[in-house]
């Protein structure tokens, strides 16, 4: 069974910071690029990033590039965002997501995960 | 980056109705368009991938159409479990974008 599990939300002041993990399994991870995306309290859904599948490419939101870091480790089946000098419009339900179809043609995602909660407040 | 509107942004309608939701991209995206149910605490399901292919597993009563910058998600026989939040996303270039969503409310 395809599954995306994240962990590591939580409360976090303006400023700090936090690192997202999300386990693959049911599937070849290292074949698929990945992403995640996220939704703030109240909002629609918002792409924040994606890798390749070696991780020598990575693409950002224009509101997260510089402050957020996507990684993945592929033996361990594993996607990782590392958000650093976060702030209150950061907060938001992140769900990491397997990147379907290709580049130039057209890309979805599927399947997701349930997500993990990260409230940026003082 | 290229805009996607919905409309409406909420639909009330009964079980057994047929609703039909409207997706407009502010440039040309092909086919390259998306469609997601979202329901409050859990994962989005993709419904349709590339404006009309279903995919696997989700009930034939969901259909969508369009190209270039006009797109529909139709609903054929609503059921109870089909009232949820439904997105349509654009997958033709970065940043790819969503829809601002359309819920739909039992009537």
């Known amino acids: 069974e395809l599954q995306l599990v994240e962990s590591g939300g939580g409360l976090v002041q303006p400023g700090g910071s936090l690192r997202l993990s999300c386990a693959a399994s049911?599937?070849?991870?290292?074949?698929?690029?990945m992403n995640w995306v996220r939704q703030a309290p109240g909002k629609g859904l918002e792409w924040v990033a994606q890798?390749?599948?070696?991780?020598?490419?990575?693409r950002y939101a224009d509101a997260v590039k510089g402050r957020f870091t996507i990684s993945r480790d592929n033996a361990k089946s594993s996607l990782s965002l590392q958000m650093n000098s976060l702030r209150v419009e950061d907060t938001a339900v992140y769900y990491c997501?397997?990147?379907?179809?290709?580049?130039?043609?057209?890309?979805?995602?599927?399947?997701w995960g349930q997500g993990t909660l990260v409230t940026v407040s003082s | 980056d290229i805009q996607m509107t919905q409309s409406p942004s909420s639909l009330s309608a009964s079980v057994g109705d047929r609703v039909t939701i409207t997706c407009r991209a502010s440039?040309?995206?092909?086919?390259?368009l998306n469609w997601y149910q979202h329901k409050a605490g859990k994962a989005p399901k993709v419904l349709i991938y590339?404006?009309?292919s279903l995919q696997r597993g989700v009930p034939s009563r969901f259909s969508g159409s369009g190209s270039g910058t006009d797109f529909t998600l139709t609903i054929s026989n609503l059921q109870p479990e089909d009232f949820a939040t439904y997105y349509c996303?654009?997958?033709?270039?970065?940043?790819?974008?969503f829809g601002q969503g359309t819920k739909l409310e039992i009537k």
């Open positions: 440039q040309s995206i092909n086919s390259y």
């Open positions: 997501t397997r990147d379907e179809g290709a580049e130039g043609v057209n890309n979805w995602f599927d399947p």
């Open positions: 890798i390749s599948t070696s991780g020598s490419s990575r």
């Open positions: 996303q654009q997958g033709h270039s970065f940043p790819y974008t």
């Open positions: 590339t404006a009309s």
């Open positions: 049911g599937f070849t991870f290292r074949s698929y690029e």
